[in-house]
């Protein structure tokens, strides 16, 4: 399911929508939070930006990493930025592929252990434990805090436990998980910051003093940030400030970090069992059940995860994923696509997905999003045949100026210039059947694109 190319946070693991326009509502209350800002790399940016168009909601900006170099990095750099608008801002700093259960608990968490963050604490929010989970780290709170009664004072976090220890913090009650949510002021970020790492701060500085300004995105200077020490917020400041609190969160709150996580916070049947797509069921029990598309059949099985995508088929214990990191490890070293590909690949216009290829021809089905367009090009090795079957495309080829609708079909030939656009307000669904020596994504050369994308295409575009 969570994949490189698309991790879980893009997936609608747990409903109609995915994990970060869940977490996107999550922040549209205006009276709450202003804009928020995104860091993510260059892969994932139209997936950010279509997420926020179908949110309904603006970012206040969208920062590209130039290379992975883990959260506090991530949160100084997004700090420099959010404080060119708003120099005494609160920042909120928190991943966009968790669960929350509820939203009006969060906001509330969040006001109140605002007036901590004003006073200079450094505060990440607590989970209490339902189970011992070796999964996640552990906060043991302290004193209430005069500044926000929410808040506690934080005596230490500890890393993620053996099943002994976590048994035990549980039991003790005084223990809760970490969410890996912060609240701070971008100021006292900076300033601890400066102590603890100076050499990171200076290099997000550079990073974001060379940014630049590229459509919707803001690419950080890529030398600068590079350079940037890869270490977590947790390690760089919540261990070693004498600041840091902890908000105690009276809501549902899981990280999905696993299937037996998954199936925990999914609707389940009277038998146990999670289940998502076309799934038929016999005599199974206990078990996660999600299929992309396909039928998928279970006779006799219990506490399994199955999951069936387009490309690839899981069959996993539910309770036992640890295993699976090595797996895709395995899938790597053997140059299996499968391991950080789906079979759907997004694009800013909308996405495609290979249906059957094979020597010489290669199959798509292609949806485009209304008012979007893809860019002029041609192909030197392939020819292409288009069959619209949902909506109207309007097609240049050439000096031609053409609309097709569904049941129609045109050709366009090996070298010609061609460019394809969806002028309905429903999206446009076409076959597209390809046939040459080279069928490859990188037999795209680009002369125009509305996304600033340029060259002839590849991977990441």
């Given at each position: 399911?969570s994949?490189?190319g698309?991790?879980?946070?893009?997936?609608?693991?747990?409903g109609?929508?995915?994990?970060?326009?869940?977490?996107?509502r999550?922040l549209?209350?205006?009276d709450t939070?202003?804009p928020p800002?995104?860091?993510?790399?260059?892969?994932?940016?139209?997936l950010?930006?279509?997420?926020l168009r179908?949110?309904?909601?603006t970012?206040?900006?969208?920062?590209?990493?130039?290379?992975?170099?883990?959260?506090?990095?991530?949160?100084v750099?997004s700090?420099?930025?959010a404080m060119?608008?708003?120099?005494g801002?609160?920042?909120l700093f928190?991943?966009?592929?968790h669960l929350?259960?509820d939203?009006a608990?969060?906001r509330?968490?969040?006001?109140?252990?605002?007036?901590?963050?004003?006073a200079?604490?450094?505060v990440?929010?607590g989970v209490?434990?339902?189970r011992?989970e070796?999964?996640?780290?552990?906060i043991?709170?302290?004193?209430?805090?005069?500044?926000?009664?929410?808040?506690?004072?934080?005596?230490?976090?500890i890393?993620?436990?053996?099943?002994?220890?976590?048994?035990r913090?549980?039991?003790?009650?005084?223990?809760l998980?970490?969410?890996?949510?912060?609240?701070?002021?971008?100021?006292?970020?900076?300033?601890?910051?400066?102590?603890?790492?100076?050499?990171?701060?200076?290099?997000?500085?550079?990073?974001v003093s060379?940014?630049?300004?590229?459509?919707?995105?803001?690419?950080?200077?890529g030398?600068?940030f590079?350079?940037?020490?890869?270490i977590s917020?947790?390690?760089?400041?919540?261990?070693k400030t004498?600041?840091?609190?902890?908000a105690d969160?009276?809501?549902?709150w899981?990280?999905l970090?696993s299937f037996?996580?998954?199936w925990?916070?999914s609707e389940k049947?009277?038998?146990?069992n999670?289940l998502?797509?076309?799934v038929i069921?016999?005599?199974?029990k206990?078990?996660?059940?999600?299929?992309?598309?396909?039928?998928?059949?279970?006779?006799?099985?219990?506490?399994?995860?199955?999951v069936?995508?387009?490309?690839?088929?899981?069959?996993a214990?539910?309770?036992?994923?640890?295993?699976?990191?090595?797996?895709?490890?395995?899938?790597?070293?053997?140059g299996?696509?499968?391991?950080?590909?789906h079979?759907?690949v997004?694009?800013?216009?909308?996405?495609?997905?290979t249906?059957?290829?094979?020597p010489?021809?290669?199959v798509?089905?292609?949806?485009?999003?209304p008012?979007?367009r893809?860019?002029?090009?041609y192909?030197?090795h392939?020819?292409?045949?288009?069959?619209?079957?949902?909506?109207?495309?309007?097609?240049e080829?050439g000096?031609?100026r053409?609309?097709?609708e569904?049941?129609?079909?045109?050709?366009?030939?090996v070298?010609?210039v061609?460019?394809?656009?969806?002028?309905?307000d429903a999206?446009?669904?076409?076959?597209?059947v390809?046939?040459?020596?080279c069928?490859?994504?990188?037999d795209?050369?680009?002369?125009?694109?509305?996304?600033?994308?340029?060259?002839?295409?590849?991977?990441?575009?």
């Open positions: 399911m994949r490189r698309r991790p879980k946070q893009f997936l609608a693991v747990t109609r929508e995915s994990l970060i326009v869940q977490t996107i999550r549209a209350h205006s939070f202003a800002i995104f860091v993510c790399n260059n892969e994932h940016r139209f950010v930006a279509e997420a179908e949110a309904g909601l970012a206040g900006s969208i920062i590209l990493e130039p290379c992975p170099r883990n959260t506090a990095p991530a949160a750099a700090a420099l930025v060119e608008r708003d120099p801002a609160l920042l928190l991943p966009s592929d929350i259960a939203d608990a969060f509330k968490l969040v006001a109140g252990a605002a007036p901590a963050a004003r200079g604490k450094f990440c929010f209490k434990p339902s011992p070796t999964g996640f780290g552990y043991s709170a302290g004193r209430r805090l005069e500044e926000a009664a929410g808040c506690r004072a934080v005596k230490r976090f890393e993620k436990p053996d099943l002994e220890i976590a048994t913090l549980v039991a003790e009650g005084s223990h998980w970490n969410a890996g949510i912060f609240l701070f002021q971008g100021q006292a970020l900076l300033n601890e910051m400066e102590a603890l790492e100076p050499d990171l701060v200076e290099c997000c500085r550079e990073a060379g940014a630049v300004h590229d459509l919707d995105f803001l690419r950080l200077e030398r600068a590079s350079a940037a020490r890869d917020i947790d390690h760089a400041l919540m261990e004498s600041s840091a609190a902890v969160a009276s809501f549902d899981s990280d970090g037996s996580a998954l925990e916070a049947d009277s038998a146990g999670s998502t797509g076309d069921l016999q005599d199974t206990g078990s996660y059940l999600y299929s992309e598309g396909q039928l998928l059949a279970a006779v006799g099985v219990a506490d399994l995860a199955v069936a995508m387009h490309d690839a088929v899981l069959v214990p539910l309770h036992q994923s640890d295993e699976l990191k090595s797996l895709v490890g395995a899938l790597r070293a053997q299996r696509e499968e391991a950080d590909s079979a759907t997004y694009r800013p216009w909308g996405n495609y997905r249906i059957i290829a094979g010489r021809y290669l798509k089905e292609i949806v485009v999003q008012g979007r893809l860019s002029g090009q192909h030197n392939r020819a292409e045949h288009w069959v619209v079957v949902e909506g109207v495309a309007e097609i080829r000096d031609e053409l609309l097709l569904e049941d129609q079909s045109l050709y366009i030939p070298g010609a061609h460019r394809l656009r969806n002028p309905g999206p446009l669904r076409l076959i597209e390809q046939t040459g020596s069928l490859a994504e990188d795209i050369v680009r002369l125009d694109d509305d996304y600033g994308r340029r060259g002839p295409a590849d991977e990441n575009s």
